[in-house]
């Protein structure tokens, strides 16, 4: 199971995006690129091969194909985030969907996707259910070319 899956599937368990990652034994390493770890794992059942990128090597910040997930399980859940990209101003905040308050994430995806990728900072401040604040600020020089990587054929090529 890609190391993707296994951290959505861990987090409606109630599991730690870092737990899922070590119960799947992370997959294979396959390239650090910059500040992202990236990973390869082979699904069992499709014998496909992806890859997934852990910022800074931190299992609860994840790079996928076309997403990146900020997991807070364990934290109290996602309610509500607000993202800035590079030096502009704040985006409006956004509230949590069902999916990302029922596995405790906050998922930047599809338009926001493809600003992240083509900044060079991106800060993310997420309220939890608990009222508790946790804010992350990533240097995403490399973002690109790891994505570039995840989505390459190194990733889709059982190592």
Known sequence: MNIQKTFLIALAFGLGAASACQADNVGKKLSDVGKWAIYQDIDPATGEASCTG?????????LARAALYFSLSGRGGVKAY???????????????????TDLSIAAIRGPDFATLTSSTRFRIHILTAQN???????????????TAFINGPDCRTAA
């Open 132 to 146: 508790q604040a946790f804010d992350y600020d990533l240097d995403l020089t490399d973002i690109a070319a790891a």
């Open 54 to 62: 852990l910022y800074q090597d931190d299992g609860n910040i994840q």
């Open 82 to 100: 607000t993202t800035r990209y590079d030096n502009l101003r704040p985006n409006p905040v956004h509230l949590a969907t069902k999916m990302e």
